[in-house]
């Protein structure tokens, strides 16, 4: 599956490039007046390969979770439990990432790619049945202090897109392993357990554009896992540790130092060769890392846009544009993470972010903030009017 899916990727369609360059230069506005948008309406259009290209609609998130033998190190102060309950939480809507969907019109798909605790949610059992299974195990609509919250997309999707609104979270059963082992003192996975997580992203994928996705967003779920982005990000990029390195949930700076150790440990131990993103990812990275970048692949070959999020998904894009270069043209990226590795990646990938909030949370919430602005940049494509047709002067 990874290699008919890296063999599907090419690149972006010139010709279409230049028929959406040709439009912007024609519409009701001063030449470049609209920045970075300008930009990715061309860059969308050759992903497309059509002028103007689709609107990015409906829009899909995909949460990936797993956890990690790393927590073993104390890189962070949180139990690995929580990456566990925050599933529980995702199902009911009582996320960021779930308040943020709702208002983008988004649907959230939950996928266990490699969580530790085993999950007391009744998962989808195969792919293809009832999208809207989350709705039953998400039990109440009311958080505990009372305040109503909505679990479905339906009653807070009025100000996303036109169309119907999307159906409550859902959990997709597809975990691989119960977490990774612990990378400063083994690979974190083997070849085959890397395989397996990138063929869930990539399967993950085909099934959200089957369904009609026009977008994917990345999310990810995993208590420690910006110790493993880190790694990776220093792997492929090749800076130091400390550069790719951040605080994740805020640890003090005891457990900072400790954690740039843990990365510099677990990255002389393996010396992870950047030209071998397999190797990479088994020797420090995560199953969630390993599925997005499945994901990625996946969007890629589809030519359908992915909206990245923050550090992790970041790091696994790294993953992603080893195994297929032209894979970063279907990359946008949503937010610049508070998260310094988040930069190191982004420039290494050559990707400019849309937004730049000083969000480090994760889950797909600066992608959903990015999502309207990726949207009215194919928007103008559309509904702007020539000079020609408003009859307006040009200069
Ligand atoms: C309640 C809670 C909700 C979250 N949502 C995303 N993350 C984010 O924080 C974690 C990574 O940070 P670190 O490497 O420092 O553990 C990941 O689970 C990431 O998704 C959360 C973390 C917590 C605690
Ligand atoms: O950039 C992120 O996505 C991030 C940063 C800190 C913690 N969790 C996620």
Same mark, same amino acid.
């Given at each position: ?151 479905? %997309?339906?009653?807070? =999707?009025? !100000? /996303?897109?036109?169309? &119907? $609104?999307? *159906?409550?979270?859902? #959990?997709?059963? +597809? ?103 397999? %190797?990479?990812?088994? =020797?420090? !990275? /995560?199953?969630?890392? &390993? $599925?997005? *970048?499945?994901?990625? #692949?996946?969007? +890629? ?95």
């Amino acid at each position: 599956m990874l290699e008919t899916t890296i063999a599907a990727i090419g690149p972006l369609d010139e010709s279409a490039m230049t028929a959406a360059r040709d439009l912007q230069a024609r519409l009701t506005k001063p030449a470049g007046s609209l920045g970075a948008l300008e930009d990715l309406s061309v860059r969308l259009a050759g992903l497309a390969g059509a002028c103007p290209p689709p609107l990015p609609e409906p829009a899909a998130v995909a949460i990936f979770a797993g956890d990690h033998g790393v927590h073993a190190q104390r890189v962070t102060p949180w139990p690995q439990e929580v990456t566990a309950q925050m599933i529980g939480n995702f199902l009911a809507g009582g996320a960021v990432v779930n308040a943020f969907a709702r208002q983008a019109g988004a649907s959230v798909t939950v996928v266990d790619v490699g969580v530790a605790t085993p999950l007391s949610f009744p998962p989808e059992a195969a792919a293809g049945t009832d999208p809207a299974a989350g709705a039953e195990v998400s039990g109440g609509a009311e958080a505990a202090d009372g305040r109503a919250v909505p679990t479905g %997309g339906a009653a807070g =999707a009025t !100000g /996303g897109p036109a169309g &119907a $609104a999307p *159906a409550s979270p859902r #959990l997709v059963d +597809a975990n691989v392993r119960r977490g990774t082992r612990d990378m400063t003192v083994t690979a974190a996975l083997t070849p085959d357990e890397v395989r397996a997580a990138i063929g869930v992203g990539i399967r993950i994928a085909g099934e959200l554009i089957d369904a009609g996705a026009g977008v994917l967003l990345t999310g990810d779920m995993g208590i420690a896992n910006t110790t493993p982005s880190a790694a990776l990000i220093a792997a492929f990029t090749g800076v130091d540790p400390a550069e790719a390195t951040g605080r994740g949930t805020g640890v003090d700076d005891e457990t900072y130092r400790r954690k740039i150790g843990v990365v510099r440990t677990a990255l002389d131990r393996h010396r992870p060769d950047p030209a071998d993103p397999l %190797g990479v990812l088994a =020797a420090v !990275g /995560g199953l969630e890392h &390993a $599925a997005l *970048a499945g994901l990625i #692949l996946g969007a +890629a070959a589809r030519r359908v846009p992915v909206l990245l999020d923050g550090v992790i998904a970041v790091s696994a894009a790294l993953a992603a544009a080893a195994f297929a270069p032209d894979a970063v043209g279907a990359m946008i990226a949503g937010h610049r993470s508070a998260e310094p590795g988040a930069t190191v990646a982004l420039r290494h990938l050559g990707l400019d972010p849309l937004v730049d909030l000083g969000l480090r949370l994760g889950e797909g919430t600066g992608a959903l903030l990015a999502l309207p602005v990726v949207t009215g940049a194919v928007r103008v494509l559309h509904e702007v009017a020539t000079f020609d047709a408003a009859g307006v002067s040009e200069k």
